[in-house]
C-alpha cells in the first residue's frame, strides 16, 4: 500500500513537472497571426478601410496587439488577439458593399443638395455684383468656378466608383460653398446698413 502511495505520488510529480515544462515551451501562434495577416490584406484590398473603417481599424489594431504580446512570450492572449484581429477583418469585408451602397446613395443626395446651395450662391454673388457690394467680382467668379469644377469632379468619380473620394470632396466642398454663402449674405447686409 505503501508503495502504491509513493510511486501515485511520483508519478504526480512527474505530471505537474511535465506540465510545467509543456506550459513554457509553448509555441508562438504564427498560424494565427498569418491567418490574421492574410485576412487584413484582403480586407484593404477590398477596401474595407475606405468603407468599414472602424472594423478594419479594430483589426489592424488586434493584429498589433497579437505581435507585442508574442514579444512578450503571452501565447494565448496573443492567439486570442490574432483571432480577433482575422474575426474584425472578415467582418469588415462582409460589410463592404452594404456601406459603399448606403455611402453612395447619401452622396447622390448630397450632391443635389450641393448644386441647389451653389445655384444660391451664383444668385447672390450676381445680386452683390449689381448691388455693389464689397465683394470681388474676380475673387468671386474664381470661387464659383471651382466649385463647378469640383462638383464635376464628385460626379466623374461616382462613375468611376470611387465613393469615398466622390464623398470626402463633396463634404469640403459644401463646407466652401456655405462659407461663401455666409459671406455674401453679410456682404449684402452690410450694403444695407451703409445705405440706412
Not at 468599414?52 to 486570442?80: H, M
Not at 448691388?131 to 467680382?137: E, G, I, L, M, Q
Request: charged share 30%; proline share 2%.
Amino acid at each position: 500500500m505503501r508503495r502504491m502511495f509513493s510511486s501515485s505520488i511520483g508519478l504526480l510529480w512527474v505530471c505537474m513537472i511535465s506540465l510545467v515544462f509543456m506550459s513554457s515551451c509553448a509555441k508562438p501562434p504564427t498560424q494565427e497571426v498569418e491567418s490574421a495577416e492574410k485576412a487584413i490584406a484582403e480586407a484593404k484590398q477590398k477596401e474595407a478601410d475606405l468603407y468599414v473603417q472602424d472594423e478594419f481599424v479594430k483589426a489592424e489594431e488586434a493584429l498589433k496587439n497579437a505581435k507585442e504580446l508574442i514579444g512578450e512570450k503571452k501565447y494565448k492572449e496573443a492567439k486570442a488577439a490574432a483571432e480577433t484581429a482575422s474575426g474584425s477583418a472578415l467582418k469588415a469585408i462582409s460589410l463592404v458593399v452594404i456601406n459603399r451602397e448606403a455611402l453612395k446613395e447619401e452622396t447622390l443626395k448630397m450632391v443635389d443638395a450641393t448644386q441647389k446651395t451653389l445655384d444660391e450662391v451664383k444668385a447672390l454673388a450676381s445680386a452683390a455684383i449689381r448691388k455693389k457690394s464689397p465683394v470681388s467680382k474676380e475673387e468671386l467668379q474664381t470661387a464659383i468656378g471651382q466649385y463647378e469644377l469640383d462638383l464635376l469632379s464628385v460626379k466623374n468619380q461616382l462613375q468611376e466608383q470611387k465613393i469615398r473620394a466622390a464623398h470626402d470632396l463633396l463634404v469640403s466642398l459644401n463646407e466652401h460653398i456655405a462659407g461663401q454663402r455666409e459671406t455674401l449674405t453679410a456682404a449684402m447686409e452690410q450694403k444695407k446698413e451703409a445705405k440706412r
